[in-house]
């Protein structure tokens, strides 16, 4: 089989962990008799810096020719006092735009190897975790009407959340059919005690649930699931929620893994195009220096591979393999490899002897 792969390595350690991740997958390829054609575009503070823009319409055309998109990181201090329309972080939410992107899909799991690294209490860790989180990615309160106005006390700036039943209802099958294929354990996180978007939200996902009587599903405000998260996170299955509270809580998810470098992202609309990437930052601080953990962006192309090409042994392999090595005590500096760190090139390396 033949696939087209659109490269957003984007700026810091980006162009590194893309790298290794691209490795990976041509590795994959040559295992199992796959063609993967890879063709680099400009998005970001790198993007601004060739062309005046964050996101050239090059690149969105690019990632729209191609069979799913990979993108490495965006964003850094160099471009923190551009003008809103000249953030790096504009090309993101101009590509979920671009490409009909609505859901957004967060594994976060514990791995055995690495549980003395997790900061909970031993009682805690030795349950284990195994979750995904599902995030609204395209609605709420990052899309809504935003300004600034004479307020009541003087000048002020309002930001407007809003939802549409469609909307909810879409992200909601989503994580319900997620759930049908992991444990059959939902839950729906919101506000309903206080907003009315969370009031909407839940008596939809109450709606949907009807269609899958196979389904537990509960409902949780989202200040207990942030408490619950760090108390008993092996409750969790899937979780579904909004944009703002699954941006939040997906990043807590991930520090209680042990390291944020560790966990990748699916970010997926009607087709099966989708926008792989790792949660972490650019991390500028490091680029270059070869420091880098390439290990949740390997983990963005397992994924690309499940979810966009329904290659499902081929994902697998990609996961034993960080496993394997994992398992065998390797590690890199953000996961506490001290003096015997490996490097991004070293890491990637023990990856590939393992497909």
């Not at 206080?194 to 009587?213: F, G, K």
């Not at 991390?283 to 329904?310: C, E």
Request: hydrophobic share 40%; net charge negative; charged share 25%.
């Amino acid at each position: 089989m033949e696939f087209r792969i659109a490269l957003v390595k984007g700026d810091g350690i980006g162009p590194e962990i893309v790298d290794s991740a691209v490795e990976v997958l041509q590795k994959v390829g040559r295992k199992y008799g796959h063609t993967f054609i890879c063709t680099p575009y400009l998005a970001g503070g790198c993007a601004i810096d060739a062309t005046g823009e964050p996101l050239p319409q090059e690149t969105v055309d690019g990632c729209l020719m191609s069979d799913s998109v990979l993108l490495g990181a965006v964003g850094g201090p160099k471009w923190d006092k551009n003008p809103p329309a000249a953030r790096p972080e504009k090309a993101l939410l101009g590509l979920r735009k671009a490409l009909g992107l609505y859901t957004n899909l967060r594994p976060a799991r514990l791995y055995q190897a690495l549980s003395g690294d997790c900061p909970l209490r031993p009682d805690i860790v030795e349950k284990g975790f195994d979750l995904m989180m599902v995030r609204e990615l395209t609605g709420g309160i990052y899309f809504g009407d935003r300004g600034r106005r004479e307020g009541k006390y003087g000048p002020e700036a309002y930001d407007t959340e809003a939802y549409s039943i469609m909307e909810i209802e879409r992200i909601a099958r989503v994580a319900f059919e997620s759930a049908r294929k992991r444990r059959k354990n939902l839950i729906s996180i919101d506000k309903a005690n206080v907003l009315e978007t969370s009031r909407l939200w839940r008596e939809t996902v109450h709606r949907i649930a009807a269609e899958y009587p196979d389904v537990t599903c509960t409902d949780m405000l989202v200040d207990n699931a942030a408490m619950q998260l760090v108390r008993n996170p092996a409750q969790f299955d899937v979780v579904v929620t909004t944009n703002m509270f699954g941006d939040i809580l997906s990043d807590e998810a991930s520090q209680i893994t042990g390291s944020i470098g560790l966990l990748p992202s699916a970010s997926l609309g009607d087709g099966t195009r989708g926008l792989y990437e790792p949660i972490h930052g650019s991390a500028p601080d490091i680029a270059g220096q070869n420091k880098a953990n390439p290990i949740a962006t390997i983990l963005s192309v397992a994924m690309m591979l499940r979810y966009s090409f329904s290659l499902m042994e081929e994902a697998d392999c990609i996961e034993a393999a960080v496993d394997q090595v994992l398992n065998a005590g390797w590690r890199t500096a953000d996961l506490g490899g001290g003096a015997a760190s490996l490097g991004t090139r070293e890491m990637t390396e023990k990856i590939l002897a393992e497909i």
